[in-house]
């Protein structure tokens, strides 16, 4: 039943709120900013439903390593379409996500995905993936936080899939901090599921400590850079137990 449920409840939300996003891109035409704190109250809200929906039990630990005066490019491995709802609900700030572009095919959604400040990255072609990331790095200048994956998509692997370096660019161009960010548990929530059916299970997401790679040397930005799926990979396995523990 949760599965009918949630199903159920996410199609209807986003058919029902279509007045609102217009609202909003009214709104953000005249003052982006409320825009963007309208929506995310939306969408916290929205995201909130479903994980009680379908169970998502979240631990949420090192929130206080996250910088609170300045915005962030948080950085976490990929298990899940569960990860962008726990996560985004984890953070009492804004929080905007890259998305593969691919997503522009599904009706409506993505205009909800715009009104928090997602972007859209075309892996085929270079220019427009460097376009994306000046327009993620421009976000994050304007105050507003931003979430990548840079495994590139949902892994069901043991160890994390090879980082892509491309997303760290957002953070050198607007000088912003890293926070790594490891989440145990999201896909069994789904995924992990015969038939992607919605089971009830506990999420543990880690924010681990800030790393500023500004005013490096190329090379010793490659080297810091370097650690970052390391750390994410160690506080993964050390979680792995809380997530799977009754």
Same mark, same amino acid.
């Given at each position: 039943?949760?599965?009918?449920?949630?199903?159920?409840?996410?199609?209807?939300?986003?058919?029902?709120?279509?007045?609102?996003?217009?609202?909003?891109?009214?709104?953000?035409?005249?003052? &982006?900013?409320?825009?963007?704190?309208?929506?995310?109250?939306?969408?916290?809200?929205?995201?909130?439903?479903?994980?009680?929906?379908?169970?998502?039990?979240?631990?949420?630990?090192?929130?206080?390593?996250?910088?609170?005066?300045?915005?962030?490019?948080?950085?976490?491995?990929?298990? #899940?379409?569960?990860?962008?709802?726990?996560?985004?609900?984890?953070?009492?700030?804004?929080?905007?996500?890259?998305?593969?572009?691919?997503?522009?095919?599904? !009706?409506?959604?993505?205009?909800?995905? /715009?009104?928090?400040?997602?972007?859209?990255?075309?892996? #085929?072609?270079? /220019?427009?993936?460097?376009?994306?990331?000046?327009?993620?790095?421009?976000? %994050?200048? #304007?105050?507003?936080?931003?979430?990548?994956?840079?495994?590139?998509?949902?892994?069901?692997?043991?160890?994390?899939? !090879?980082?892509?370096?491309?997303?760290?660019?957002?953070? &050198?161009?607007?000088?912003?901090?890293? %926070?790594?960010? #490891?989440?145990?548990?999201?896909?069994?929530?789904?995924?992990?599921?015969?038939?992607?059916?919605?089971?009830?299970?506990?999420?543990?997401?880690?924010?681990?400590?800030?790393?500023?790679?500004?005013?490096?040397? !190329?090379?010793?930005?490659?080297?810091?850079?370097?650690?970052?799926?390391?750390?994410? &990979?160690?506080?993964?396995?050390?979680?792995?137990?809380?997530?799977?523990?009754?």
């Amino acid at each position: 039943m949760r599965t009918i449920f949630a199903y159920l409840f996410a199609f209807l939300g986003i058919i029902l709120c279509t007045p609102y996003h217009l609202y909003l891109y009214l709104l953000a035409k005249k003052d &982006q900013e409320k825009a963007y704190r309208h929506a995310q109250k939306l969408v916290k809200g929205f995201f909130g439903i479903v994980m009680f929906i379908c169970g998502a039990k979240c631990t949420v630990i090192g929130l206080e390593r996250v910088p609170k005066d300045q915005p962030i490019l948080f950085v976490g491995n990929h298990r #899940s379409f569960f990860d962008i709802l726990c996560c985004h609900n984890a953070l009492d700030r804004p929080l905007g996500f890259m998305s593969k572009d691919g997503i522009l095919k599904v !009706p409506i959604l993505p205009w909800y995905m /715009k009104d928090i400040g997602c972007t859209f990255l075309d892996r #085929s072609d270079l /220019k427009k993936g460097l376009e994306t990331i000046m327009q993620s790095a421009d976000i %994050v200048k #304007s105050g507003h936080s931003m979430m990548v994956f840079p495994e590139g998509h949902r892994n069901d692997g043991e160890e994390l899939l !090879p980082f892509k370096d491309g997303a760290y660019k957002i953070a &050198q161009k607007a000088g912003c901090p890293i %926070v790594p960010v #490891s989440i145990c548990g999201t896909d069994n929530i789904m995924e992990a599921n015969k038939h992607n059916f919605i089971r009830s299970h506990k999420v543990v997401i880690e924010f681990l400590d800030p790393i500023d790679i500004n005013g490096l040397k !190329p090379k010793e930005r490659k080297e810091v850079l370097e650690t970052i799926p390391a750390l994410i &990979q160690k506080a993964r396995v050390k979680n792995l137990p809380l997530a799977t523990k009754k």
